[in-house]
């Protein structure tokens, strides 16, 4: 069973953009905070953004903070992260998360469900 499916990442140049979208399958999160998490090649897996069931509360990894946006669509059911100023650090595989709880967190273990990733590179 899928049910979050990730698209939107690539190839891009240092200072570019990618939009990433996550959509669920199989069952709908709309009472869910959603967040994105991200590991790069030899790293642990790190928080990178999420949002409340409503989308009035955000939270960001300090070093996206700025150049990253994530929000969901009016109906509740896709989540974006928006990426711009992207860098080589950056590089990663970007995994969309979705928690049991309507309210924000940032530890991983509280996010149920995930998606298979999508994977950003960023050259330089």
């Known amino acids: 069973q899928v049910y979050l499916v990730e698209s939107g990442g690539g190839l891009v140049q240092t200072g570019g953009s990618l939009k990433l979208s996550c959509a669920p399958s199989g069952r709908t999160f709309g009472n869910s905070a959603m967040a994105w998490f991200r590991q790069a090649p030899g790293k642990e897996r790190e928080f990178v953004a999420a949002?409340?069931?409503?989308?009035?509360?955000?939270e960001y990894l300090d070093s996206v903070k700025a150049r990253f946006t994530i929000f969901r669509d009016n109906a509740k059911t896709i989540v974006y992260l928006q990426m711009t100023s992207l860098k080589p650090e950056d590089t990663a595989v970007y995994y969309c998360a979705a928690a049991n709880r309507p309210s924000i967190t940032t530890f991983g273990w509280t996010y149920a469900y995930w998606g298979q990733g999508t994977q950003v590179t960023v050259s330089e």
């Open positions: 949002i409340s069931w409503s989308g009035d509360s955000t």
